[in-house]
């Protein structure tokens, strides 16, 4: 049995949302969609994400920049859609500037089924002047102070330059690094205080080159921005499970602990992250993923700025649309909008509360818990999980949660995200996975993936309150005392 003691007494740490200030999503042209919009708002409503970053601002699918002989011709007018539609709903863009915009670009190469440009400019004064009209736009349209609380991000990737593979930047480092000055000095142009920065690396890379190029060459550099996947520790294995089975167990803090060392003074911000960089990863559909957040949140607190999760929805075009409704897509939510077993972690996790409680185990095992306590609610919340890698030893754990010094007298109850609970893609596959489920399916796949509320039973003994509990192989139980 793991023994999991939190005394009630001891002082309690500040614990930041820092996982809800943003969150990925596919290129900008699907934030046209109708479903997209409905999507967003319900993660904003109920998982409290307060900005979203996608790819392909400048894409020829969202008719940004044309030439007309010598002359350039700038329509923003999609652009002020998107963003007139995230301030209506409280939320903001994490702008993502890229790729390029093919009347601008120095070459053919594409990336991604809706033909993403990533050469460098033909032209880097005309690509200055493109980011210097767009954030002079931005400023008129919604006022200086607004966008001086939105952040802009040069690029995508620039590191993975392989046209074998993943090509994301068609240029070098260098090139890449001019890129960057030219957009952060036309945006400083406009205003000083709009925060910009990179490099937008996957891996962690570039992080100590950039701050060098920027400081001999007094280049604006106001964060740090990064990617990271458990994958990217074991490049050698080709096969995806493969892969995240060798990254080892909380790899993501250990890649984080040397980000933030390199970051120096400046704020880090992960703008991607999730268990495996695959569109194509069932993993994405179970309750692995959910046990995955849970316990990658909990370790990463203190470390980074800004933790944006890839992606919120299955509305997600690099690879093609695909119609099945579980693919192992990135998303929280399905094709048709149905809550994934990742959607119930981040929404457990948005009901904690600010202050964090010291959790002591007896015992070094697959299981884990963070807890905190709202003092306006008068309500304490305890995660419980248990998790490793894929292929690893796991198995289900009896779990005894003591807490020292609780006087409550409301009520007790666990939500629990495992096999049997919160895992539409279960109920699915027993309904014989099919690809175009009608509407009296949805509905059923929906139930399945809620929430429930379970009583728990607990026992005082002096001072102390003491639950116990199973918990399965990658489950998470959130007990919730109140009162």
């Not at 994958?231 to 995806?240: I, N, R």
């Not at 939500?415 to 099919?434: F, M, T, V, Y």
């Amino acid at each position: 049995m793991v023994k999991l003691t939190i005394d009630l007494g001891q002082p309690t740490t500040p614990f930041p949302h820092y996982w809800e200030r943003c969150v990925g999503s596919c290129h900008a042209a699907t934030a046209l969609r109708e479903d997209w919009r409905r999507q967003l708002k319900q993660c904003h409503d109920e998982l409290g994400f307060q900005s979203v970053r996608f790819h392909g601002l400048l894409n020829d699918d969202m008719s940004v920049y044309q030439k007309r002989g010598e002359s350039p011709e700038y329509s923003f007018f999609n652009i002020d859609s998107v963003f007139d539609f995230l301030l209506q709903i409280g939320m903001k863009p994490f702008i993502e500037l890229g790729f390029m915009p093919r009347a601008l670009a120095s070459g053919s190469a594409t990336i991604f089924h809706y033909s993403a440009n990533v050469t460098p400019p033909r032209s880097y004064e005309e690509w200055s002047e493109l980011i210097r009209t767009l954030t002079a736009h931005l400023v008129a349209r919604y006022g200086t102070q607004e966008v001086r609380s939105w952040f802009f991000e040069v690029w995508n990737e620039p590191n993975l330059n392989d046209p074998r593979r993943w090509q994301f930047w068609a240029g070098t480092q260098a090139d890449y690094f001019r890129l960057y000055r030219y957009a952060a000095e036309a945006i400083k142009s406009v205003d000083a205080h709009i925060p910009v920065g990179g490099p937008a690396t996957a891996r962690n890379a570039w992080i100590p080159d950039l701050i060098a190029y920027c400081q001999s060459d007094r280049v604006p550099l106001d964060f740090i921005s990064t990617h990271h996947y458990p994958t990217d520790a074991a490049l050698a294995f080709g096969d995806m499970e493969q892969a995240m089975a060798h990254a080892g167990r909380g790899v993501l803090r250990e890649m984080a602990l040397q980000a933030r060392q390199e970051a120096g003074s400046l704020p880090l911000y992960y703008t991607e992250w999730n268990n495996s960089p695959s569109s194509r990863d069932h993993y994405h559909d179970e309750p692995y993923a959910a046990a995955f957040v849970v316990k990658t949140i909990a370790d990463l607190q203190g470390l980074v700025d800004v933790y944006s999760f890839w992606a919120f929805s299955d509305i997600f075009e690099e690879l093609a649309m695909p119609s099945q409704p579980f693919h192992g897509g990135f998303g929280l939510l399905n094709l048709h909008g149905i809550p994934k077993p990742t959607f119930r972690a981040f929404q457990l996790l948005h009901s904690l509360g600010h202050e964090r409680l010291a959790v002591v185990s007896d015992s070094r095992s697959t299981v884990e818990a963070i807890a905190t306590k709202d003092s306006y609610a008068r309500q304490i919340t305890i995660l419980v999980y248990n998790h490793t890698v894929p292929l690893a030893p796991i198995q289900e754990e009896q779990v005894q949660v003591t807490l020292h010094g609780y006087t409550g007298k409301g009520s007790t109850f666990t939500q629990r995200i495992d096999a049997g609970h919160a895992n539409p893609k279960r109920h699915w596959c027993e309904l014989g996975s099919p690809e175009y489920p009608d509407q009296g399916t949805l509905q059923m796949l929906l139930k399945s993936s809620e929430l429930t509320q379970e009583e728990i039973a607990h026992r005082q003994d002096g001072d102390d309150v003491i639950l116990q509990l199973a918990i399965p192989p990658h489950g998470v139980a959130a007990i919730t005392l109140t009162g």
